[in-house]
């Protein structure tokens, strides 16, 4: 039977531990595991015990690397499983991290969507349109999406400010045009932006006579 020889902190990182078993290196372990499993140094191990360190291990530094890009702003769920596919997570490992999120409460696509919402308006103003199409590509469900927009609604953040927003940044490289060109070209710049024809007909009559 094996036993651990040694169990070191590692340089760069005091709360992870290197565990020799025989002498050679055999797996890293935080400082929870290493208390939780209650391994010391003359404790018997087996092979089987060294796999699933190396497995609660990857989960670890999994976990801390999610939390890392949660921390710089929220992630729908999709996203998080696409990261941890990126960086070759098993689909238990991947289970097991998205259970711990949900535990912590940061995996939250209700957040997500208020953070998207918020930086369209800020900086890329988007009708209903896109947004939900936008939101839908992340892995948003269609009813916390649309439930989302109508509260943004509510609140004020309406589609029809927002269009307006943006065609009064656009109306001076129409100004010159006649008429109907300019709402018709006014008109093709809002759909694609994932308005509606009512709002953009709306905010073009509000900005721009009729013939």
Do not use: C
């Amino acid at each position: 039977m094996s036993q651990i020889t040694s169990i070191l902190p590692q340089v760069k990182d005091k709360t992870r531990f290197n565990i020799f078993v025989d002498g050679k290196f055999a797996v890293a372990a935080d400082a929870e595991i290493v208390l939780k499993k209650n391994l010391k140094v003359g404790k018997e191990i087996t092979p089987e015990d060294v796999e699933q360190l190396e497995n609660q291990n990857k989960i670890g530094l999994l976990m801390n690397q999610v939390l890392g890009i949660i921390s710089r702003r929220p992630r729908s769920k999709r996203e998080i499983e696409q990261y941890l596919h990126k960086k070759h997570a098993t689909d238990k490992q991947k289970e097991i991290i998205i259970m711990k999120l949900g535990n912590l409460g940061y995996k939250n696509d209700k957040e997500f969507i208020d953070w998207w919402l918020d930086q369209r308006q800020t900086f890329r103003p988007r009708g209903k349109i896109a947004l939900f199409q936008e939101l839908r590509q992340k892995g948003i469900d269609e009813n916390l999406i649309n439930e989302q927009l109508e509260k943004n609604e509510e609140e004020g953040k309406s589609e029809f400010i927002l269009a307006r927003k943006l065609a009064e940044k656009r109306l001076s490289r129409y100004k010159n045009l006649p008429p109907l060109e300019l709402r018709q070209k006014m008109t093709r710049y809002l759909i694609q932006r994932g308005f509606t024809w009512d709002t953009a007909g709306e905010v073009i009559d509000s900005l721009v006579k009729k013939d």
